[in-house]
């Protein structure tokens, strides 16, 4: 089996309140299909249908504040418990300590030093790679984590061919940036996301406008992202054989589940697992320092 890792950033399980959650007033087809038509809420607790299991997974890790993203992603991809290793919550983007965490051990180092494929499949646009070249690239904690293990930053040639996806999943960014890339839909996203986690024991996608329709609070907004979201999953599902494959999202922080604040919240977040051997990862998790171990052990066993 393999394992298709899908972060959404700032994406929490909101109120049961539809003048509160954006979510609940989403069709979300792709979602509720998932969960017996119903949208998870913060008061659902543990939730498992014929086709999902949802577990709400601490994002706060016992530290006073709001949780962040660099702090909340090195703890996903390292299993460390990172706000507390330096006293507080932190980001958007790594400090020099939760660098050094990175570096020194992640998911992706796990997979490779088990002589398993692992895949990043975010496609990076030519000012990236030459931004990183002098030293100038802003990368969140996934990408910094990506690159301590030696696996390959895709590109837009990658990109073109459909053998990796953009955060801006239309790729209509880039093609108004004047990229020569294909114009295709979430679903289609979807598909070709699909066809990467095929090829590798571990493939990992990150997606970051969940945080920052949270951040802008535009109901016009929100609900375009969460559409982009569902039929990203979609696609997902249309491509990939769950009797091989187990589909895990998650997040590092809550947010756009409520439209009250820009800022982030306190709510847990959503593991969403879906397909083989769910039911060996679920009782594990419990917050973000959960995943990472529970990832290794099961990719371990193959």
């Known amino acids: 089996m393999n394992i298709l890792f899908i972060f959404f950033d700032g994406w929490g399980l909101g109120a049961p309140n539809p003048e509160i959650n954006p979510l609940l007033n989403a069709p979300l087809p792709t979602l509720r299909s998932l969960f017996d038509g119903m949208i998870p809420t913060n008061d659902n607790g543990h939730f498992t249908s014929a086709c999902a299991t949802l577990v709400p997974t601490d994002a706060t890790l016992g530290i006073p504040g709001l949780p962040?993203?660099?702090?909340?992603?090195?703890?996903?991809?390292?299993?460390?418990?990172?706000p507390r290793e330096i006293g507080e919550h932190s980001g958007p983007?790594?400090?020099?300590?939760?660098?050094?965490?990175l570096a020194h051990d992640n998911l992706f180092k796990h997979v490779r030093h088990m002589n398993r494929r692992a895949a990043f499949a975010n496609a990076y646009p030519p000012i990236f790679f030459e931004r990183l070249a002098r030293n100038k690239a802003r990368r969140s904690a996934t990408s910094h984590a990506v690159a301590a293990a030696n696996v390959r930053y895709r590109d837009i040639d990658d990109l073109r061919q459909g053998d990796a996806v953009s955060v801006f999943v239309s790729n209509k960014i880039w093609v108004e940036h004047g990229a020569n890339v294909p114009l295709i839909t979430a679903r289609d996203a979807g598909r070709n996301l699909a066809r990467i986690a095929k090829q590798n024991d571990l493939t990992?996608?990150?997606?970051f406008l969940t945080d920052a329709a949270g951040h802008?609070?535009?109901p016009q907004f929100t609900s375009e992202v969460l559409?982009?979201?569902d039929q990203l999953l979609g696609g997902i599902l249309d491509e990939i054989n769950l009797s091989e494959t187990l589909v895990i999202t998650t997040s590092d922080h809550g947010n756009i589940e409520d439209m009250t604040t820009k800022s982030h919240t306190l709510n847990p977040v959503p593991t969403m697992l879906i397909g083989a051997q769910r039911e060996k990862i679920a009782p594990r998790v419990h917050a973000l320092t959960d995943l990472t171990p529970a990832m290794v052990d099961l990719l371990s066993e193959k």
Do not use: C, H, M, R
């Not at 992603?73 to 460390?80: A, C, E, N, P, R």
């Not at 983007?93 to 965490?101: E, F, R, T």
């Open 216 to 218: 802008k609070a535009n």
């Open 68 to 82: 962040q993203s660099a702090t909340g992603q090195t703890t996903i991809f390292t299993g460390v418990n990172a």
């Open 227 to 229: 559409d982009e979201v």
């Open 93 to 101: 983007y790594p400090n020099p300590a939760l660098l050094k965490i």
């Open 204 to 207: 990992v996608f990150e997606y």
